[in-house]
C-alpha cells in the first residue's frame, strides 16, 4: 500500500472516533474498519499511547500485503471471541498484535500461524483451559518475536531453535522437539545442550528430556567436564534448578560418576569466581 493512502485512511480513522465509544462486542470484518475500532479500543485504554501503537506499529503492517485474506478472517474471528471472553486491551490485546507484528519476519510457517490459533481458540472455548489463555499469549507472542517462552525483569528462558508446536487437551502445552534450553539472568547465562521438552504457560513449569550441561563458564572444556542428563524439571520463575539423577564426566576421573546437579546464575561472576554448576555424588 503506497505510503500516502495510509496516511490518508490513518487520518480518517482517527477523525472518525466518537468520544467516549462504547466497548464493541464484535469487529467489523473488513482491514479499515478493524484497525479504526481497534485504535478507538486501545485509545480509550491508553489515550494517545494506545493510539499511537496501533496506528503506527501495527497499521502499515496490517493494511499492507503481510496477512492474506484468509488469514485475515481467521485474526478476525479470534478477536471476536477474545471480545466474547472478556479479554483486556493490556495486555490481551496488545499481545495479540504484537505478535501478528512479530509473525512476518519470524521465519515460522503459516501452519504454525494456524496451530497457534487453533489451541488459542480451544483455550477461549474449554473452561478449564480458559484461565490459562492470557499466559498462553504472552508466551506464544514472545516465541514468535524471538524465541523466549518466558519473561520477566529478572529471568528470561529462550530457545535456540523454532521447532516448536502448541498442543492443549487437560493443559496448554508448547512442545519442543529439540533446542539448546538457555537462561538469561543478572548479566550471565546458563545452557542445557541438546536437550527436548515441554514447557507449560501459566503453570510455568518445564518438564525436559536429556541433554547436557557443560562447566564451560568455570573456565573447564566442555568435551571433557559435563553432566549428562535424562529427565528434569524446572520452574522458570527462577534462574536456579536441581537435577536429581545426572551422570558426571571429568578428565580427571577414571569413571562417570551418578549424582546431583544444581545451577543457578549469580551477578557478577568469572571463570576465575564461578561456583556453579555444582556436582555432588
Known amino acids: 500500500m503506497p505510503i500516502a493512502r495510509y496516511l490518508i485512511i490513518a487520518c480518517t480513522l482517527t477523525l472518525c472516533l466518537p468520544a467516549g465509544a462504547q466497548r464493541i462486542s464484535k469487529f467489523t470484518h473488513e482491514p479499515e474498519k478493524f484497525l479504526q475500532e481497534l485504535i478507538g479500543l486501545f485509545n480509550e485504554s491508553k489515550k494517545a499511547q494506545g493510539k499511537d501503537f496501533v496506528e503506527k506499529q501495527f497499521g502499515p503492517l496490517w493494511l499492507g500485503d503481510a496477512y492474506s485474506a484468509t ?166 520463575r527462577g534462574s536456579t534448578y536441581d537435577m536429581d539423577s545426572v551422570i558426571f564426566y571429568n578428565e580427571f576421573f577414571d569413571t562417570p560418576l551418578a549424582g546431583k546437579l544444581t545451577d543457578k546464575i549469580l551477578a557478577g561472576k568469572n571463570e576465575e569466581t564461578a561456583t556453579y554448576p555444582r556436582f555432588d555424588s
Open 71 to 236: 488469514q485475515r478472517e481467521m485474526i478476525y474471528e479470534t478477536s471476536d471471541q477474545l471480545l466474547k471472553s472478556g479479554a483486556k486491551i493490556y495486555p490481551d490485546f496488545e499481545n495479540l498484535l504484537l505478535l501478528l507484528i512479530a509473525f512476518p519476519n519470524s521465519g515460522n510457517t503459516v501452519l504454525d500461524l494456524v496451530n497457534w490459533n487453533e489451541v488459542l481458540l480451544r483455550s477461549l472455548s474449554d473452561k478449564k483451559l480458559k484461565k490459562y489463555y492470557s499466559d498462553f499469549l504472552r508466551t506464544s507472542t514472545l516465541l514468535f518475536r524471538d524465541l523466549t517462552f518466558y519473561e520477566t525483569d529478572g529471568v528470561q528462558w529462550k530457545s535456540s531453535s523454532r521447532g516448536f508446536s502448541f498442543e492443549a487437551d487437560s493443559v496448554i502445552r508448547v512442545i519442543f522437539h529439540s533446542l539448546d534450553l538457555k537462561c538469561y539472568s543478572k548479566g550471565d547465562s546458563s545452557i542445557i545442550y541438546n536437550t527436548s521438552g515441554i514447557y507449560y504457560p501459566g503453570i510455568d513449569r518445564w518438564d525436559g528430556s536429556s541433554g547436557r550441561v557443560t562447566w564451560k563458564r568455570a573456565g573447564f572444556d566442555p568435551e571433557k567436564t559435563f553432566a549428562q542428563i535424562s529427565t528434569y524439571n524446572i520452574r522458570v
